[in-house]
């Protein structure tokens, strides 16, 4: 029995561009699994993929991560460090800029980010201008 041939793309090239598309946005890596089981499922059976290439890609993948969850913890690190330390902040509200001074005494870990607490005023880490003890 004739099996017909399946054309095939390199893997590298495939996921390479699919990690960093064309407008900016990035792949996670929920999408990138996902990717890369859909390759591996419709490859040729009689012409399988070199599984090197796949190994590599997924180890990039993970070191991606690594180093974006270790920036993130940087961060964390780096707010916590404010606690009780007076910040000055540039603040933009409802497109009104104003300066908000004072001591830092909470720092909050969410969904939307981290924030400090300056008196009655929730503020992000980009925001501060200045740290004073």
């Given amino acids: 029995m004739a099996v017909d041939s399946i054309g095939t793309t390199d893997p590298a090239s495939t996921l390479g561009a699919a990690v960093q598309q ?6 996670g890596q929920q999408e ?8 591996l499922t419709n490859q040729d059976p009689l012409q399988p993929q070199d599984q090197s290439q796949f190994l590599a890609q997924l180890a990039q993948f ?3 991560e690594g180093v974006n969850n270790l920036a993130s913890s940087q961060s ?13 902040a540039l603040v933009v509200t409802n497109n ?3 300066k908000v001074s004072g001591q830092v005494t909470a720092v909050k870990y969410d969904s939307s980010g981290i924030s400090l607490q300056v008196g009655q005023n929730n503020i992000t880490l980009d925001e501060v201008q200045q740290v004073r003890n």
Avoid: H, I
């Avoid at 064309?22 to 792949?27: C, K």
């Avoid at 990138?32 to 390759?39: E, G, N, Y």
């Avoid at 964390?76 to 000055?88: E, F, I, M, N």
């Fill in 62 to 64: 993970s070191t991606v």
């Fill in 22 to 27: 064309s407008n900016g946005n990035q792949l």
């Fill in 76 to 88: 964390k690190v780096q707010a916590s460090s404010l606690l009780g330390k007076t910040v000055d």
């Fill in 96 to 98: 009104v800029q104003s």
């Fill in 32 to 39: 990138f699994l996902k990717l890369l089981v859909t390759q």
